[in-house]
């Protein structure tokens, strides 16, 4: 026999652990199946179902049956009485949610909603975690409606504990200020912290109808609603008070008593609501009772009044004429003592107009103080001259009387006296002595140095000098004058000195700065000719003078730009270097590269950028026969075209047509040869322009810029290559478009003493060139320098900028 094992653990969990129950499982499985089963085939026990062989598959067949067609179908059925059960609890949850919304205000059914939610979604994850989750958008609602009914019944607690066992009679102060800002929360919008946009229960509402009740009816109640209506009677209560008015009292004052009394008796104190209203009725009724004491003197003082009115009318009158006058101190003074009699009437009758008489009181002091310091200023300058005449005006006088002209002509706001008007003693005294300072010795100095420095004209200036030093006196402008002679004495002394030298500088110099003071001369105007000469015949009478002086600095300057003229006016000559005599002839160079090459290729390609080899060199050698058999050819020859043919791979190397580590080495070696074969320099010099001639790489042509920059600094070319060298040169600028760079280096090796032996350090003539690049060479031109006539406009320059590195305070023009 076999047995199948029906055990709990086996299948299924969950179920009661009945001892009979798998047994009664197992019998209703066999019920429900069309096969009929001998009874003595299968025996069910509590734990096992024992069965003949013959059994063994129709009972598993059975088995597998119930399994995978029957249990789906109980599951699905199990399944949709579970989701029927979920889905009628969430709408149990849902309706009492939206009923506890609709009404507002009511918690109990509100958190009941939450405890039917809770309790479903607990169950749910317990059974059946498959279904959907309750929708949160109502309980969020719930959530919020509980915060603010929890937060009313908060303030609920709070109304009540401020309202309890009040009545509207024993209402205090402070029990009312509490009360008040209670009901303010109640009426507040949320926003404002308030409570506004809660539901409220019955009892709530009832809570706040008696706490409006205990406001209204209360004694501060009645202050707060009664301070606005009566303060709304008075004329200056404001606009918005008017629509509260009412006959509440036929006496306006009796009203606003009544509310200031109360508001005393209770104490209506600050942060109440009508704080301010209560304040202003309080300071109305004072200036009412003023006002009443005021009106019981008004007709003692009618009569006194007549009299007062009287003398203000006369004190009035001398002031206006006074004032019209502008400059009669002691009228005004008059008016003065009229209105001092009224100031004990004045004082004593302080309800008597006195806005009149008190301004032009006000404004004749003010008057009064300004005359009063144009006669100080009078006699001050009476004092200067008295007993005087213009010829006794010294410097120091006549700067004084000038100060105090500056100040009567000067504006109140400067300190002046311009605002006051002058008697006719006073004017006449102005005149006096302005007439005084026109006529003195610095008067006349002052009104003739300015047309004589504007037109300089030299006697002019000078008559002008001669006064002022001899009365010892100085301004801006005879400083100027004293400049300017100075200047033309120097001018005088210089012209003749630059003549003599003829230096070109000194000369272009002193003859702007002469046109610019407008000074001429004999020699002046022999410079201004010398300077309409062609720039060449200047350049060439200059080199005269300094080799008559022995100037050798000035010579090899003058020198270089003679060279620099024939170059740009002759040097189309020297426009193609291949011209100068010395190059080998195309069809020997090619003779040399042997008969496979092409001729003419190679002939082409002579003097033009290559990456391969030097077939010959570029030159004819001393001594050399272009048409010798090659069997005939010398071996100092031969040595040599070795040589160069090396020295053209060291420039390669150089230059990056061909990879080396040892660039710098091959660099040094191919100065050392120049250095060292003057005869062959001519040859190098071309090996650097047809490399640089149709180069592809920018990077391998400014390599052949810098050795031939390093070559110009080491040795010199061949005399008779000189020219041809230079108009290559420019002709043909760098990358950067430089060229002063390398004449510069040319005129430094030029002129230079030590001839160069050994080759340095190439840091050390790399560090040279640049600083040839920044300053240029000792012996060459610098850029914008005064070379001669033709590169300088002899148009009058700004004297006055010019002269300002000879001042030592400023620009005196």
């Not at 249990?71 to 009628?88: D, E, H, N, T, W």
């Not at 002046?416 to 008067?443: C, F, H, W």
């Not at 322009?689 to 052949?704: A, F, H, M, R, V």
């Not at 032996?757 to 320098?785: C, W, Y």
Request: charged fraction near 30%.
């Amino acid at each position: 026999n076999q047995g199948e094992n029906f055990r709990k653990s086996y299948k299924y969990t969950d179920f009661p652990d009945d001892e009979h129950y798998w047994g009664n499982i197992c019998r209703e499985i066999l019920k429900t199946h069309d096969y009929e089963f001998d009874p003595e085939d299968i025996k069910v026990g509590n734990s096992m179902v024992l069965y003949r062989v013959k059994m063994y598959k129709p009972l598993r067949l059975l088995r597998n049956l119930s399994i995978e067609v029957r249990m789906p179908f109980l599951q699905s059925f199990v399944r949709g009485c579970i989701g029927r059960y979920y889905a009628k609890e969430m709408h149990k949850a849902h309706r009492t949610f939206e009923e506890a919304l609709e009404l507002g205000n009511d918690i109990a059914l509100v958190r009941r909603g939450f405890e039917e939610v809770h309790d479903t979604k607990k169950w749910l994850a317990e059974h059946a975690p498959f279904l959907p989750e309750y929708p949160m958008f109502l309980y969020e609602r719930g959530r919020y409606l509980e915060e603010r009914l929890m937060a009313w019944e908060e303030h609920q607690k709070v109304m009540e504990g401020f309202t309890d066992g009040l009545t509207p009679d024993v209402v205090t102060v402070a029990q009312y200020k509490d009360i008040y800002a209670s009901v303010q929360k109640a009426d507040a919008p949320k926003e404002e912290g308030g409570l506004a946009d809660v539901v409220r229960t019955d009892a709530q509402v009832k809570l706040y109808a008696f706490a409006t009740m205990l406001l209204t009816e209360s004694q501060p109640g009645w202050v707060t609603i009664n301070a606005p209506l009566a303060f709304a009677q008075t004329k200056d209560a404001p606009k918005e008070y008017f629509y509260k008015r009412k006959n509440f009292f036929k006496d306006d004052r009796a009203y606003m008593t009544k509310v200031r009394d109360k508001a005393i008796e209770i104490g209506y104190e600050d942060g109440l609501p009508e704080t301010d209203t209560v304040q202003n009725i309080k300071d109305e009724l004072e200036r009412l009772k003023v006002l009443d004491a005021t009106t019981l003197q008004a007709c003692v003082r009618r009569g006194m009044a007549a009299y007062y009115l009287t003398q203000v009318a006369e004190a009035k009158e001398t002031l206006t004429k006074a004032m019209a006058l502008g400059n009669d101190i002691v009228l005004l003074r008059q008016g003065f003592d009229q209105g001092d009699s009224t100031a004990d009437w004045l004082s004593k009758m302080s309800q008597l107009p006195e806005s009149v008489v008190p301004k032009l009181y006000e404004e004749g002091r003010a008057l009064e103080e300004r005359l009063v310091a144009w006669e100080e200023h009078q006699a001050y300058m009476e004092d200067l001259i008295d007993g005087k005449t213009e010829m006794d005006i010294t410097v120091d006088l006549y700067i004084e009387l000038k100060e105090a002209i500056v100040k009567a002509d000067a504006e109140k706001a400067d300190g002046g006296l311009a605002d006051v008007v002058r008697t006719d003693a006073q004017k006449a005294l102005y005149e006096k002595i302005v007439n005084m300072i026109k006529d003195s010795e610095p008067g006349q100095v002052d009104a003739e140095s300015g047309p004589a420095l504007e037109s300089l004209v030299r006697a002019d200036m000078q008559a002008v000098k001669d006064k002022a030093d001899r009365i010892g006196y100085s301004t801006e402008t005879t400083k100027k004058i004293d400049y300017v002679l100075e200047r033309l004495l120097f001018i005088d002394g210089e012209a003749p000195d630059a003549l003599e030298v003829m230096d070109g500088v000194r000369m272009h110099k002193v003859l702007e700065e002469a046109r610019g003071y407008k000074h001429t001369s004999e020699t002046i105007e022999k410079i201004d000719s010398l300077f309409a000469l062609p720039e060449k015949e200047f350049v060439q009478m200059e080199l005269e003078a300094a080799v008559r002086l022995g100037d050798k600095k000035r010579e090899i300057h003058r020198r270089i730009r003679l060279k620099e003229i024939f170059y740009d006016e002759e040097g189309a000559q020297f426009a193609n270097y291949l011209d100068c005599g010395d190059m080998r002839p195309g069809e020997f160079y090619a003779k040399s590269a042997g008969p496979f090459c092409g001729k003419n290729k190679v002939i082409e390609g002579q003097f033009k950028w290559t990456k391969g080899k030097l077939f010959a060199p570029l030159t004819k050698l001393p001594n050399e026969q272009l048409d010798a058999a090659k069997k005939e050819i010398p071996d100092e020859i031969k040595e040599k075209t070795k040589a160069i043919k090396k020295q053209f791979k060291n420039l390669q190397y150089a230059m990056g047509d061909k990879k080396s580590k040892k660039a710098e080495q091959f660099t040094q070696e191919f100065l050392q040869f120049g250095i060292d074969n003057p005869e062959n320099r001519t040859e190098l010099y071309c090996q650097i322009i047809k490399q640089i001639t149709e180069n592809p790489d920018d990077e391998s042509k400014k390599k052949g810029y810098d050795v031939l920059a390093l070559c110009l600094r080491t040795f010199l070319p061949a005399e008779n290559f000189v020219d041809y060298l230079v108009m290559w040169i420019r002709q043909h600028p760098d990358l950067n478009d430089e060229v002063t760079l390398y004449t510069s280096a040319l005129h430094q090796k030029q002129f230079e003493e030590d001839e160069t032996r050994q080759v340095p350090a190439l840091n050390t003539l790399r560090k040279d060139i640049r600083a040839l690049k920044e300053e240029g060479s000792r012996f060459s031109i610098p850029i914008g320098a005064f070379t001669g006539p033709s590169n300088q406009s002899h148009m009058s320059i700004d004297v006055r900028k010019y002269n300002q590195k000879f001042m030592t305070s400023g620009n005196l023009l």
